[in-house]
């Protein structure tokens, strides 16, 4: 069974402060695929970035950047120089390569709420 | 380029009542999803449809609930009768490409409160 948990419930920064949000994931599969998905304030989840259990490459857009690690099961988010506009519950997600019988098991963690004050 | 619409975008109704929410994804995603959202269980997915046709509906609760895709522009989600812990938001999420590694956009939800 697939597992993601975000230990952090909710986390505070100000304004321009660099956060990290944790994300760490249970999967038997070798081949998965981790999300990261952000819900403002309005309610649609935003996609933000998808990553394959292959390509352990950080990668960074803008101000967000991910860290990968395999060895750890982790699969973090930082953003640099937070923004009032950050504000927003962000969610890991995973996916596994087969279920079985054509179907899929997308698992959201519970999400880490983030508040970014002025 | 619209996304994904639902509707109602809130919804109060009675016990017994029977709800029914609709969506409509992005014209041109063949894979259309819907997901329930509860503070204490999270997000989680209910049904999917690839060209209309439901491919799985494992995470559905129980059998008051139904979901249907008559065509490729329009799916609803219907609970018949609705019960207090049937509360949640509801959501509809369209992609281009399949499984397991699609990205998915999402609608704005429904907010269902069954009182």
């Known amino acids: 069974a697939q597992k993601v948990t975000q230990a952090q419930t909710e986390i505070s920064v100000v304004e321009k402060e660099d956060v990290t949000l944790d994300c760490v994931y249970e999967?038997?599969?070798?081949?998965?695929?981790l999300f990261w998905y952000k819900q403002p304030p309005s309610g649609e989840l935003v996609f933000l970035i998808r990553?394959?259990?292959?390509?352990?490459q950080n990668e960074i857009s803008g101000r967000y950047s991910w860290n990968f690690q395999k060895s750890t099961s982790s699969f973090n988010f930082t953003i640099t120089a937070s923004q009032v506009v950050d504000s927003a519950v962000y969610f890991c997600?995973?996916?596994?390569?087969?279920?079985?019988?054509?179907?899929?098991?997308?698992?959201f963690g519970k999400g880490t709420k983030l508040s970014v004050i002025p | 380029d619209a996304g994904v619409i639902q509707s109602p975008r809130h919804e109060v109704t009675e016990m017994g009542q029977e709800v029914t929410l609709r969506c409509k994804p992005i014209s041109g995603h063949d894979y259309l999803f819907w997901y329930r959202q509860t503070m204490m269980r999270g997000l989680e997915l209910l049904i999917y449809?690839?060209?209309?046709?439901?491919?799985?509906d494992s995470g559905m609760p129980e059998d008051r609930f139904s979901a249907k895709m008559p065509n490729a522009s329009f799916s609803t989600l219907k609970i018949q009768p609705s019960e207090p812990r049937d509360s949640a938001v509801y959501f509809c999420a369209s992609s281009l490409t399949e499984p397991p590694y699609n990205e998915q956009f999402f609608g704005p939800g429904t907010r269902l409160t069954v009182l």
């Open positions: 990553r394959n259990s292959f390509d352990e």
């Open positions: 449809f690839n060209n209309n046709v439901p491919i799985d």
């Open positions: 999967t038997r599969d070798t081949t998965y695929y």
């Open positions: 997600a995973l996916s596994e390569a087969y279920s079985g019988a054509g179907s899929y098991q997308l698992t």
